[in-house]
């Protein structure tokens, strides 16, 4: 009977996991899809200079952001599954605590960006887009990552995909009434991604407070504090050193070369984009179920075989792109850009390692293997930003984009070979 009653799980939990998938997977990649349409005709006007000058203080921004999240909300999902009738008073507790320590990360950040001494347009809209940290929205952190995450562990991606949808949706109509009049520029951009950020917050509260007993306060619950901080501290290094990997090339582009290769490695960064958002929809969607059932050969097994089937569908998606990279680039962004084409041929190879991590990625994380993980991701990363600062003064962009290829390779052996390792000897 249990082994009939666990069948039954299984196969609801597997519907739940394509349902919820689905759900991400659709906001992502039409929120990116639109967002990178947009962005392409504003690469158009703005240039290579003033685009890359955007997207190195966006990028810079959104380290910071990633600092101010560290492992809350992972660590959220994994207490919170545990027991759905704490989900509330867990969620109140944490805000205040996440809201303080954004504050606090927003000022150093802003101290770093002063010592890095980025020119003065970079700054300026570094100080212009600093809000979002609190904010979240464009950028994945503050309030309405806390609210996300709240969905996120009744598994209610739907929710997550309207809000998502909502603040892309302002954002394209309000940027291209701006254009149409003609007043468009790095600037008007920073307060539009602010704009629309902040109705999706408005509109995201309303309903919570449908779904959730929401009270806000400045009250630190210590005790919680205590509790959480050793998993939010280890999931938070996963994290960082995750999306560093992905990340710091445009910061070293910066310090290193000039805006306009920024502007060329950006616009390769932009189709890639959609495949990274899948990647996350794909990993966020899963973990609930993997920290269920990852203890199990036969689900971990089913796991791997799901990667690797996807894995080679994505493979057969980055030839593609790459063989037809010149076509891709001088459509959407004109010769301007034609430096990108050669960066988006390497860049693609991104993807089918990144979705291969996913297995690893589950196993450790799920498995309460995070100090491993911590190590392991460790080295690629000081690969990743060593062989930038050799290779890049010598080389140029291109070198960014062989480097971060083969650095997230190097990653994905330490994950893969490690979780093999524990599904073996420790689980």
């Not at 000022?107 to 001494?117: C, E, F, W």
């Not at 309207?162 to 892309?168: E, M, S």
């Not at 920290?291 to 050969?297: N, S, T």
């Amino acid at each position: 009977m249990n082994k009939i009653r666990n069948t039954i799980f299984q196969n609801k939990s597997i519907k739940r996991v394509i349902k919820n998938t689905g759900y991400l997977a659709f906001g992502s990649i039409f929120s990116k899809g639109l967002l990178m349409l947009v962005f392409v005709y504003v690469a158009r006007i703005l240039g290579p200079e003033q685009y890359g000058t955007y997207f190195t203080a966006f990028e810079f921004v959104g380290l910071v952001a990633l600092f101010s999240r560290l492992g809350f909300d992972m660590t959220a999902i994994r207490e919170g599954a545990k027991e759905l009738s704490k989900v509330d008073a867990l969620q109140n507790k944490l805000l205040p605590i996440r809201i303080f320590y954004s504050i606090f990360i927003s000022i150093i950040g802003l101290s770093i960006a002063y010592i890095i001494n980025y020119n003065k347009n970079v700054f300026d809209l570094i100080i212009f887009l600093l809000p979002l940290v609190i904010i979240g929205g464009a950028i994945n952190s503050g309030f309405i990552e806390h609210f996300n995450t709240s969905f996120r562990i009744i598994e209610n991606m739907k929710i997550v995909t309207i809000i998502q949808i909502i603040r892309t949706i302002i954002f394209v109509v309000v940027s291209f009434f701006f254009i149409s009049i003609s007043f468009f520029n790095i600037y008007v951009l920073a307060t539009i991604t602010l704009f629309s950020s902040i109705i999706a917050l408005i509109f995201q509260i309303s309903l919570v407070k449908k779904y959730f007993s929401f009270t806000f306060h400045w009250k630190i619950d210590f005790v919680l504090l205590k509790k959480i901080i050793r998993p939010v501290f280890l999931f938070g290094i996963v994290s960082i050193l995750y999306m560093l990997s992905m990340k710091i090339d445009i910061q070293i582009l910066s310090n290193l070369t000039n805006q306009e290769n920024v502007g060329f490695y950006a616009a390769g960064w932009q189709i890639n984009n959609i495949g990274v958002v899948f990647i996350s929809a794909l990993s966020l969607s899963l973990f609930p179920n993997s920290a269920r059932l990852i203890h199990q050969k036969k689900y971990r097994k089913k796991l791997g075989l799901f990667i690797i089937g996807l894995a080679f569908i994505i493979v057969l998606i980055s030839l593609t792109i790459s063989y037809y990279s010149r076509d891709i680039i001088l459509l959407l962004f004109g010769n301007r850009f034609e430096e990108t084409i050669k960066i988006l041929k390497i860049l693609v190879w991104f993807i089918p390692i990144r979705i291969l991590l996913i297995w690893g990625s589950q196993v450790l994380e799920c498995g309460d293997f995070l100090i491993t993980r911590v190590v392991i991701y460790i080295i690629p990363m000081i690969i990743n930003i060593v062989l930038n600062i050799i290779f890049i003064p010598k080389f140029g962009v291109i070198a960014a984009a062989y480097v971060s290829v083969f650095s997230s390779f190097i990653m994905l052996l330490f994950v893969t070979f490690s979780a093999l390792y524990v599904s073996r000897f420790k689980l």
